[in-house]
């Protein structure tokens, strides 16, 4: 799976849009993009994931430059809930699940 | 449904001692996929099972193994501990195994302690 570069930390004020960055510039072309999240010691939450669309849903939306080499998760409002480290990573489409996790950026959403 | 369930939640060993995890994934779900999650190595792909064989593996000594049941369920064992080994352990499962199909769902995870 391809390695990803994402900053270590945002902030982002609550009601604001929160825009996370990944850089991914070794993706081949049949490796998704998938983001999760983790809020202090539960296990990973999966957010939305994509292989060269934009997409949408009732968490965020995820942007996909057009060479997809980088992405941006965006959390439209966030609030206080939405603090915790969020995990950008790519998978080939086929072999099953063999994931490898970056370092994340931790997301503070301030009041 | 019921989400992907680990026991025990918490656990306390001492070194040299060896440790069996459990994992039971969502009901239908075959893909079953184990991750070590440390502070100072983050999270690391241990294993991947699919239909009682173990696909995918990731880089760690053969003190670490796993094994699936018919009813998809996991072990995870890790033998002769080290200090090293303390570590939050995740599970997650999807139904087939194909990224990009799906999604895996993690459970809340084990909180291994050595001592």
């Known amino acids: 799976d391809a390695k990803t570069t994402q900053p270590t930390s945002m902030d982002c004020a609550e009601g604001r849009a929160a825009n996370l960055p990944c850089n991914h510039s070794?993706?081949?072309?049949?490796?998704?993009v998938y983001w999760y999240r983790q809020i202090h010691s539960q296990g990973p939450q999966y957010i939305i994931h994509g292989l060269k669309n934009n997409e949408t849903n009732e968490m965020a939306s995820l942007i996909i430059t057009e060479d997809r080499k980088s992405s941006t998760l965006i959390l439209p409002h966030a609030t206080l809930r939405d603090t915790a480290v969020y995990y950008c990573i790519v998978r080939v489409v086929t072999g099953g699940f063999k994931t490898i996790f970056g370092a994340g950026t931790r997301l503070f959403v301030k009041a | 449904k019921a989400g992907v369930t680990q026991t025990p939640r918490y656990l306390i060993k001492t070194r040299g001692q060896q440790v069996t995890l459990s994992c039971s994934p969502i009901?239908?779900?075959?893909?079953v996929s184990w991750y070590q999650q440390t502070p100072g190595q983050g999270l690391q792909f241990l294993f991947e099972?699919?239909?009682?064989?173990?696909?995918n593996k990731g880089n760690f000594p053969g003190r670490f193994s796993g094994r699936q049941f018919s009813n998809s369920r996991s072990e995870m064992n890790v033998s002769t501990l080290e200090l090293g080994d303390s570590a939050l352990y995740l599970c997650a499962s999807s139904l087939w195994g194909h990224p990009g199909q799906e999604t895996q769902y993690f459970g809340p995870g084990t909180r291994l302690l050595v001592l």
């Open positions: 070794t993706i081949s072309g049949n490796e998704y």
């Open positions: 099972y699919f239909s009682e064989t173990q696909r």
């Open positions: 009901s239908g779900h075959r893909s």
